[in-house]
Each structure stands twice: as C-alpha cells, then as structure tokens.
C-alpha cells in the first residue's frame, strides 16, 4: 500500500513532486501549472491541496483540489489503480466528499 502526503504550500508540493510532474508534461500541465500560479497568487476556497502518491519514496501520483467552485472537484493526475484508491480513502478519512474530478482516466474514476 502506498501513501498520499497532502500540502497546502504549493512550492512544497512542487519540490516534492518535481521529478514526476517533469516525467508528465503534458498531462500534468494543469496541475504543475496552477500550483506555479499558487505560489505567487493567494487563492480561496474552502479545499485548497495539493497531493502526491507514492510508493516506497517514489512519487507515483499527483492531484490538487483548488477549485473555488462547489462540487469542488479534484484534479487528478496518472496514478497506479491502488494509488487512486488510497486517495479516495485519504479523502474519505479526512471527511472531505469528493464532489467530482478531473484529469486522467482511471485516477479520475475511482
């Protein structure tokens, strides 16, 4: 089983996840972009997150939850199904309702 470490300092986030946010260009370009945008711009909201996924101390996944807009949905980046999964259940310990999601399919299904 893997492990979801949540930020809400979006240069943290960016440190942490750089090496797989670099391995994705292009469908992690929303993600990697709004959290750039984040460290130089206050956003609000009442969910403001961003995440990885890793294995061991692998970066396998990432997702942000930044929407200022109810359902406040997730934005997911590619992530192993058990990764997917343990962030439904990060999200469900947290009491967080995932209102919806966006991003890759399937990270964005379960």
């Known amino acids: 089983m893997g492990t979801i470490d949540f930020f809400t300092d979006a240069a943290e986030f960016l440190t942490v996840a750089k090496d797989y946010l670099a391995g994705e260009p292009v469908t992690a370009n929303v993600l ?3 959290a750039e945008k984040a460290t130089r711009v206050e956003q609000e909201g009442p969910y403001r997150w961003f995440a990885v996924a890793r294995e061991g101390d692998r970066v396998v996944g990432a997702a942000m939850r930044t ?3 109810e359902p406040y949905p997730l934005y997911v980046c590619p992530m192993p199904e058990p990764a997917a ?6 999200l469900h310990a947290r009491g967080e309702y995932a209102g919806g999601a966006n991003g890759a399919l399937p990270a964005a299904r379960p």
Do not use: D, W
């Not at 999964?85 to 990060?90: G, K, Q």
């Open 32 to 34: 990697a972009t709004n």
């Open 85 to 90: 999964l343990e962030l439904a259940r990060a």
């Open 67 to 69: 929407a200022n807009f």
